[in-house]
């Protein structure tokens, strides 16, 4: 049986986040229905996350094995001839019988768009937060550097009663801008449920002056949820890049 490695790119809008759900439409369930078509054979899709409802991937991967002798090539064909327009097959490889998309990935990157003036963009009300005031980059910059390292992100978690443990590493938290748009790239070897969007939360606060830059470390410190921010919107967050080796994940 052939073990296939597949990156994906979605647009999260119209969709119950990735996982399949009994009750919802998701993109695990989508990319299914229309692979198992292609390689006329029930298959099971192995994502490397769980993204939220709304929430987007620029570069997604996932697994699938099978008994189909389809080239690589006609994979990416044959698949993004059946799928909707908001979900695309970027590129398929084979990989080794045990090679899992999640369990074996080193880390992951995410990005967070907002669109920071008093008017709306009418052609991204989905694909970025609309955020009406100014943003105070250099108060967010010097706070999301109180991010980076190892830490107990207990604080930035909605529920961290299925994980074993709330430590996880930033190896990076940039924010830039330009015009009305500001984007912020965190880099992890992971990320605890909801954990980017409320960051993101806590520096949206952080630029209000309701929460201050120096206040970040004792947040942490306290591993509650209560002291942090507000959670961020869901379409404002993209999956952007997943990692699998560490040449890769420190290429930059």
């Known amino acids: ?28 369930e989508t990319l299914e229905k229309h692979i198992s078509k292609v390689l006329n054979e029930p298959v099971t899709v192995i994502g490397c996350s769980r993204t939220d409802t709304g929430v ?12 189909s002798n389809i080239p690589c090539r006609g994979f990416v064909r044959g698949v993004n001839g059946e799928l909707p327009d908001d979900i695309s097959i970027l590129s398929c490889e084979e990989a080794p019988p045990d090679f899992h998309a999640r369990y074996d990935c080193k880390g992951k990157e995410y990005i967070y768009k907002m669109h920071c003036s008093e008017s709306k963009d009418p052609f991204s009300p989905d694909l970025m937060f609309h955020y009406r005031r100014k943003f105070d980059i250099g108060a967010a910059r010097i706070a999301a550097a109180h991010f980076v390292g190892t830490h107990d992100f207990s604080s930035f978690c909605a529920d961290c009663t299925n994980v074993s443990t709330a ?34 939360g806590t520096l949206i606060d952080v630029s209000e002056k309701k929460i201050f830059p120096d206040d970040i470390p004792e947040i942490i410190m306290a591993k509650d949820r209560l002291k942090a921010g507000r959670t961020a919107m869901a379409h404002g967050l993209y999956l952007n890049r997943v990692f699998y080796s560490e040449q890769e994940l420190f290429s930059d």
């Open 1 to 28: 049986m052939r073990n296939l490695k597949v990156m994906t790119a979605y647009r999260g809008t119209d969709y119950h986040g990735f996982q399949r759900q009994s009750n919802a439409v998701t993109v695990q």
């Open 56 to 67: 987007h991937a620029n570069s997604f991967c996932f697994n699938v094995k099978t008994n």
């Open 167 to 200: 430590v996880r590493t930033i190896y990076s938290f940039k924010i830039e801008n330009s015009g009305n748009s500001v984007i912020m790239l965190v880099k992890g070897n992971g990320f605890l449920y909801n954990m980017i969007r409320i960051m993101v």
